[in-house]
């Protein structure tokens, strides 16, 4: 899975590097073999404060924008990521998110003086965990930008959490030969022809912020 959200992230044509950014622990040791098959870098950091991991990645790699996508979404789609990018790009937001897309295609561009004041400046577990809700959360001190669909597919679940979300993600692939050269409009033909597949994880409940 971890290489098909590199595959994915690697055809989005406005980033400059894709960096895997994993914890320190030994558990972790086979992600960083496989980031070396992948020929992709990686910055290991602290398992509990992904922030801070977040930060001195991008510092490490002397980042003047940060994207962020995280590694549990095999759907990712290069072209939503070129989207929110370029809108981040033209709009010189101090952060930029998809919104409305299905959860796995989540995308989020924050400049690098944002994600240091965050990093400086978030004081709550959760704020630490999930990177970026201290800027957003906070519109009275940083600049956002929400980069819309065209529609409300925010109802879909396409993101890996549990054994359902994994039969929902290979379900998909299986569609496509298990080729990752698809994308995310192309699922959604699928889901139209066959609608049974959406009830593989639709009872799936996402955790709240503040649960971690």
């Known amino acids: 899975m971890l290489a ?4 994915r992230a690697r055809r989005a044509k406005l980033l400059d590097e894709v960096v895997v950014a994993t914890t320190n622990k030994s558990v972790d040791a086979p992600i960083v073999s496989e980031c070396a098959k992948l020929g992709v870098p990686v910055f290991r950091g602290d398992e509990q404060d992904v ?3 977040y930060y001195r990645s991008a510092q490490a790699h002397r980042a003047e924008a940060v994207v ?3 590694s549990d979404c095999p759907l990712l789609d290069p072209e939503i990521v070129d989207h929110v990018v370029h809108a981040f790009l033209k709009a010189k937001p101090d952060y930029a998110s998809s919104t409305f897309y299905p ?3 989540d995308t989020e561009v924050m400049t690098m003086a944002s994600l240091e004041r965050a990093w400086h400046e ?3 577990s959760y704020h ?3 990177v970026t809700p201290y800027i957003y959360q906070n519109p009275d001190l940083f600049r956002l930008l929400s980069v819309k669909a065209e529609e409300d597919y925010s109802n879909y679940r396409w993101t890996v959490d549990t054994r359902e979300d994994l039969n929902f993600a290979r379900s998909v692939y299986s569609r496509f030969n298990n080729q990752d ?3 995310w409009h192309d699922v959604l033909k ?3 022809q066959e609608p049974e597949l959406i009830e593989l994880n639709r009872h799936i409940r996402q955790k709240a912020l503040e649960e971690g």
């Open 181 to 183: 050269t698809f994308g």
């Open 103 to 105: 959860r796995g295609l």
């Open 51 to 53: 922030l801070d991991r």
């Open 190 to 192: 699928v889901l139209d």
């Open 4 to 7: 098909r959200v590199v595959w």
């Open 128 to 130: 630490r965990v999930h």
């Open 122 to 124: 978030s004081n709550k």
């Open 68 to 70: 962020r996508i995280t």
